[in-house]
C-alpha cells in the first residue's frame, strides 16, 4: 500500500477520535447546569414552589440528575450540594445552607509537610475540641458550618479556619502551620543544684516549680521549703513560718504572693508551706541588690507568682500524702476568661500517720524538761490536741484584648487547734484553742501601650488575725490574745524602652497598715488595746542597662519611702539599690550590689513562755518610741564560674540592721521584755560548687556568718546574735534513673548561742517572784547540728492524658537528737528548769499524685 494512502487513513482515525472525546465532554458540560435555573425549570415541570436566599444557591452548579421521580432529584441535589432541603406542604420548599455538617482534615508542618500528632483541633464556640492522631488525622461530626477551627501546637503559630470552607471541599484537606520563631534577648543566668532553679543576671533566683526536680527530703515542691537549699537561706528551728535570711529574722522578709504580701506563711506552726506549688509559676528570691519597686523585708523577698497565661485546655491534679490531700486546676470558661484554683485540707483531725505523730511531738510534745541536778524532770501530763488546716486560692485571668490582661487572685489560709493538757499528778486541767487566719484578694491590670511603653497596676486587700485563748488549771484565770492586721494597697509599675540596650522603670505605691493587738486576763482583771495605722507613700525610679552580648550589666535606683503614723510620727527615706555583673573572663562574671532598705512592720514575741510554748508572734508597728523603723544597709561583691554544667560561686557581703529591738529577736533571759533598742551587724560569705551530668547533680554548699548584736543598755553592749550561726555546711545529690528521681542531703551547722544561769549565784532572791541570775548575754552555745534527708520520687503514665507520680521522704534519716532551743526557768519548787527543744525525730512522708 503506499505510504500517502496510509498516512491518510492514520489521520482519518485520529480524527474520529477526538471527534468522539470532544462531543463526549461537550455532552457532560452541557449537563452540568446552574442550580438556580434548573430549580425553576423544576418548578414549572412539577407545579412547585422553592423559597431560598439568593446568595445560597447563586454560583452553585450541578449535574442534571438523571431521575424521573422528584424525590430522588431532590436527594440527588442535596447529595451535590449539601443544601438542605425541607418539604413544607404538597406544593412549597424551603432550600438552605445546612447548619451543622461532618467535616475532617490533616495537620502538616509546612516546612517538609510532617504529620503533627496531637495538636489542639477546637471548634470556637461550641465547646468541642480534640487532638489529632499519630497521622496528624483529625474528624468532627456534626458542627456548626457558620464556625471557625482553632489549630494549635507548641512551637507553631495558632491557625483559624472556617468551617464552611472545608465543607464544601471533596476530601480531607491538608491543613498546614507554620513554625513559630522567636528571637529571643540573650540572658545571663546559672542553672544548679536541680532542674528549675536559676541565678538569674540580676542576682535573684528564680524556682519555676514545674520543672523543679527532686530536692533531698522534699516529695513535692514546697515553696518555702525549697528554697532553704539556697547557700544563705536556712531555718533555725526548721520551720519554713521562720526562715533565715543572711542572719535576720523571719518578719525582716517580705513575702509576696502574686503581688499581695503575706503574714501568715506556714501550717502546721510553720512546719508546712501554706502555698500551694502546683499552681505556683515562679518563685524569685532577692538577698541582696532588691530592684527599687520593693520596699519592706530588710533581709529579703520572696515573690511568688501563679501561672499567668492561658492555653485553652483544662488542666489539674490531686494528690494525698501523710500529712494532707489537695486538688488543684485551671479551666476555661470563654476564650478569653479561665480561672483556676486549688484547695488543700489536712488529715490531721481523723487520721493518724507517722509524719503527724513526729509533727505533733515536735509542735507540742517534744520538750525536756531538767532540774538543777540536770535530772529529768518527769513529764506526768496527758495531753489531747485537735489540729486541721486548709487553704485555697483561686485566680480569674480575663484577657481583654492583645494588649491588656486582667487578673483577680485570692487565698484563704486557716489553721485551728483545740489543746487540752491534764496534770495527773494534780488532776488539774488547761485548755486552748487558736485560730489562725490570713484572707487576701488583689486585682492586677497589666498593658503593653506601645512597643516601648507597658503598665502594670495592682490593688490589693490583705487581712490577717490570730485568736489565742487559753485557761489555766485554777480555772479562774483566762488569757485571751488577738493580734489582727488590715493592710490595703494600690501599685503602679511602669516600663519605657530608651533603647534597645536601656529600659527606664518608674512607678508609686501606697500602703496602709493597720494593727491591732489586744490582751485580756481575767485574774488578776488586765486589759489592752492598743492600735496604730501607718501609711506609706512611695515613689521609685530605677534605670537598667545591658550591654552588648551582656558584658557589662548594670541597674540603679532610688526609692523615696514617705512613712506616716497616724498621730505620733512622719519621716522620709531615701532608699539607693545598686546592682552591677560584668564578664572578667571567659566563664567568669562579677557581681557588686548594694541596697538600702526599711520596713515599718514587725513581730515581738511576746509571753514567751506561754501558750503552749508556740505561736507566740503578733505583727506591731513602729512608732519611733518603743520600736523605731527598722533600716538595713547591705553590700557584697561575688564572682561566679560556669562551665560545661561545672559551677562555682563565692560571695562575700556586709549588712548592718538598726532600730530592732530585744522584743523582736527571741531573747529569753533578763532582757526579754526590757524592750532595749539596738542593731546587729552580719560579715559573711556563701560558697557553692556544683557539678551536674545527663542524670545526675552533687554540689557543696558553705556559709560563714559572724553576726553581732549592739545593745547600748546592756552590759556587756557587744554580744552574739540569736541567730549567729558562724558555719552552715550542706553536701547533697540528686541521681535520675529513667521516671525514678532520688536524692540524698547532709546539713551542719554549728549551735547558736544561748543565755545560762550563773553557775555561782543562779537565783536572785530579791525579788518576787523569783528571778534567775544570767551569765553574759548569749555566752554559751548549743551542740552542732546534723541531719541526714533522702527522698525518692517515681513517675508513671495512667494514659495518654493522666500522669502520676509517687514519692517517699525521710527526714532526719539517723533519727539524730538535734537541740533547737535551750532557756531555763523557776519551777514552782523556786529551782531552775532547764527547757530544751528539740527537732524532729526520723519522720517518713508518702504521696501520690495525679495530673492531667
Not at 536601656?502 to 482583771?525: A, H, K, L, R
Not at 538600702?596 to 505561736?615: A, C, H, P, R, W
Request: with cysteine.
Amino acid at each position: 500500500m503506499p505510504r500517502t494512502r496510509h498516512n491518510s487513513l492514520l489521520r482519518l482515525f485520529y480524527g474520529i477520535v477526538f471527534s468522539f472525546i470532544v462531543s463526549q465532554t461537550n455532552a457532560q458540560e452541557s449537563a452540568k447546569v446552574e442550580l438556580q435555573s434548573y430549580l425553576a425549570q423544576l418548578e414549572n415541570e412539577y407545579d412547585i414552589k422553592f423559597s431560598f436566599v439568593d446568595e445560597d444557591v447563586s454560583k452553585v452548579s450541578i449535574t442534571v440528575p438523571d431521575f424521573n421521580d422528584l424525590n430522588a432529584i431532590l436527594q440527588a441535589i442535596h447529595n451535590q450540594t449539601l443544601l438542605e432541603i425541607k418539604r413544607l406542604d404538597d406544593r412549597y420548599y424551603t432550600i438552605a445552607k445546612t447548619r451543622l455538617v461532618d467535616i475532617c482534615g490533616k495537620v502538616l508542618d509546612n516546612y517538609a509537610e510532617n504529620n503533627i500528632p496531637g495538636a489542639t483541633v477546637e471548634v470556637l464556640g461550641s465547646g468541642k475540641a480534640l487532638v489529632t492522631d499519630d497521622n496528624g488525622y483529625f474528624e468532627l461530626k456534626q458542627v456548626p458550618r457558620k464556625a471557625s477551627l482553632k489549630i494549635r501546637y507548641l512551637g507553631y503559630v495558632t491557625k483559624y479556619i472556617a468551617i464552611e470552607g472545608l465543607a464544601e471541599s471533596d476530601d480531607c484537606p491538608k491543613l498546614l502551620l507554620a513554625q513559630n520563631f522567636q528571637k529571643l534577648k540573650e540572658v545571663t543566668v546559672y542553672e544548679f543544684l536541680t532542674s528549675g532553679i536559676t541565678k538569674q543576671q540580676d542576682a535573684s533566683i528564680t524556682l519555676n516549680t514545674g520543672e523543679l526536680g527532686v530536692l533531698p527530703g522534699l516529695i513535692e515542691p514546697d515553696v518555702l521549703q525549697s528554697v532553704q537549699a539556697l547557700p544563705g537561706i536556712k531555718s533555725i528551728d526548721e520551720t519554713v513560718s521562720d526562715i533565715n535570711v543572711r542572719g535576720g529574722t523571719n518578719d525582716q522578709n517580705l513575702i509576696l504572693w502574686n503581688g499581695i504580701k503575706m503574714y501568715q506563711s506556714g501550717h502546721f506552726f510553720g512546719l508546712i508551706s501554706a502555698f500551694n506549688p502546683y499552681l505556683t509559676d515562679k518563685v524569685t528570691v532577692y538577698k541582696n541588690g532588691t530592684p527599687s519597686q520593693y520596699g519592706d523585708g530588710v533581709s529579703s523577698v520572696i515573690s511568688m507568682e501563679t501561672k499567668n497565661n492561658m492555653d485553652g485546655l483544662f488542666t489539674g491534679g490531686a494528690g494525698i500524702s501523710f500529712i494532707s490531700g489537695d486538688i488543684f486546676g485551671q479551666f476555661p470558661i470563654k476564650e478569653h476568661i479561665a480561672f483556676q484554683f486549688s484547695a488543700r485540707r489536712s488529715t490531721t483531725d481523723f487520721l493518724n500517720t507517722p509524719a503527724y505523730s513526729s509533727f505533733t511531738d515536735r509542735a507540742f510534745q517534744d520538750t525536756e524538761v531538767r532540774n538543777q541536778q540536770n535530772e529529768e524532770v518527769e513529764d506526768n501530763f496527758e495531753r489531747d490536741e485537735n489540729f486541721f488546716f486548709y487553704d485555697f486560692s483561686g485566680k480569674l485571668l480575663y484577657d481583654i484584648n492583645r494588649d491588656q490582661k486582667l487578673r483577680l487572685s485570692f487565698i484563704a489560709i486557716d489553721n485551728d487547734l483545740d489543746f487540752t493538757e491534764t496534770d495527773l499528778n494534780t488532776v488539774e486541767t488547761s485548755t486552748s484553742f487558736l485560730d489562725q487566719t490570713n484572707i487576701s484578694i488583689g486585682l492586677a491590670l497589666t498593658s503593653e501601650w506601645s512597643t516601648r511603653f507597658s503598665s502594670y497596676v495592682n490593688g490589693y486587700f490583705s487581712r490577717y488575725s490570730l485568736n489565742a485563748q487559753s485557761l489555766f488549771p485554777n480555772q479562774i484565770q483566762e488569757l485571751r490574745q488577738n493580734n489582727r492586721v488590715t493592710e490595703n494597697a494600690i501599685k503602679i509599675d511602669t516600663k519605657y524602652n530608651l533603647s534597645e540596650k536601656m529600659d527606664w522603670y518608674n512607678g508609686y505605691q501606697f500602703i496602709e497598715t493597720g494593727i491591732t493587738n489586744i490582751t485580756e486576763v481575767t485574774e488578776p482583771q488586765f486589759n489592752s488595746k492598743i492600735i496604730g495605722v501607718i501609711r506609706i507613700h512611695a515613689p521609685y525610679s530605677e534605670i537598667r542597662y545591658n550591654s552588648f552580648e551582656d558584658n557589662f550589666i548594670a541597674s540603679g535606683g532610688v526609692r523615696l519611702n514617705y512613712i506616716e503614723n497616724l498621730g505620733t510620727f512622719s519621716k522620709i527615706l531615701i532608699e539607693p539599690r545598686v546592682d552591677i555583673n560584668f564578664r572578667v573572663a571567659n566563664y567568669l562574671r562579677a557581681e557588686i550590689l548594694g541596697e538600702f532598705k526599711s520596713q515599718s512592720t514587725n513581730q515581738v514575741i511576746d509571753l514567751e513562755q506561754n501558750f503552749l510554748g508556740i505561736e507566740k508572734r503578733r505583727w506591731i508597728l513602729s512608732d519611733e518610741d518603743e520600736l523605731p523603723v527598722t533600716r538595713s544597709r547591705q553590700a557584697s561583691i561575688g564572682f561566679n564560674y560556669a562551665k560545661n554544667s561545672f559551677y562555682v560561686g563565692l560571695e562575700g557581703f556586709y549588712k548592718q540592721v538598726d532600730g530592732i529591738s530585744t522584743r523582736t529577736q527571741g531573747f529569753q533571759n533578763e532582757n526579754q521584755f526590757n524592750g532595749e533598742i539596738g542593731s546587729y551587724e552580719i560579715k559573711g560569705a556563701e560558697f557553692l560548687i556544683n557539678k551536674k551530668g545527663q542524670n545526675y547533680s552533687t554540689w557543696l554548699s558553705y556559709t560563714y556568718n559572724k553576726n553581732d548584736y549592739t545593745f547600748d543598755s546592756i552590759v556587756p553592749p557587744g554580744f552574739p546574735n540569736n541567730l549567729d550561726v558562724r558555719h552552715t555546711v550542706t553536701l547533697a545529690s540528686t541521681y535520675t534513673i529513667k521516671k525514678l528521681k532520688m536524692g540524698v542531703g547532709l546539713n551542719y551547722r554549728t549551735g547558736k548561742p544561748f543565755t545560762a544561769p550563773d553557775e555561782t549565784n543562779p537565783i536572785d532572791n530579791a525579788f518576787f517572784p523569783l528571778r534567775i541570775n544570767y551569765q553574759e548575754s548569749n555566752s554559751d552555745r548549743l551542740p552542732e547540728y546534723f541531719r541526714v534527708d533522702a527522698s525518692a520520687t517515681y513517675s508513671f503514665d495512667v494514659s495518654r492524658r493522666v500522669k502520676a507520680s509517687t514519692g517517699i521522704s525521710l527526714l532526719n534519716l539517723t533519727n539524730r537528737r538535734n537541740i533547737l532551743n535551750r532557756y531555763y526557768r523557776i519551777s514552782e519548787n523556786d529551782e531552775i528548769e532547764k527547757v530544751e527543744n528539740t527537732s524532729l525525730g526520723l519522720t517518713p512522708n508518702i504521696s501520690f499524685r495525679m495530673t492531667f
